[in-house]
């Protein structure tokens, strides 16, 4: 049996990120689940939320010792995707670097395919 290729591909930046802000989190948690919601100028936007159990249909993933939930529905939005953590002077936070985007808004904060 070959091994699944992984929808989406979590940076060691990424993940130890999740880690942090696992860490500092006052429930434990089991992960995090990435999800897609509509909103924004170009229609839908990524998602990222603690993840306190695993939903009966959610993708499960382990980077770098970290539980990456991905919700069903966002699945065929996200294939091929690389989630990263960037960090600079004027902002930081997470990346999602989608090689199947056609275009985001002029804000950044939404994208369409």
Do not use: W
């Not at 499960?60 to 990456?68: I, L, N, P």
Request: hydrophobic fraction near 40%.
């Amino acid at each position: 049996m070959t091994a699944r290729a992984q929808p989406l591909t979590v940076t060691t930046a990424a993940a130890e990120q999740i880690k942090a802000l696992l860490a500092r989190r006052e429930a434990p948690a089991l992960g995090v689940r990435i999800g897609i919601r509509t909103k924004g100028c170009s229609g839908m936007s990524y998602t990222l939320e603690y993840a306190d159990e695993k939903a009966p249909f959610d993708e499960e993933m382990e980077v770098d010792g970290v539980k990456v939930l991905i919700d069903p529905k966002a699945t065929m939005f996200i294939l091929g995707t690389e989630m990263d953590y960037v960090q600079d002077k004027l902002e930081s936070g997470f990346v999602f670097r989608n090689p199947n985007e056609k275009g985001r808004c002029g804000c950044g904060e939404s994208f369409h395919m």
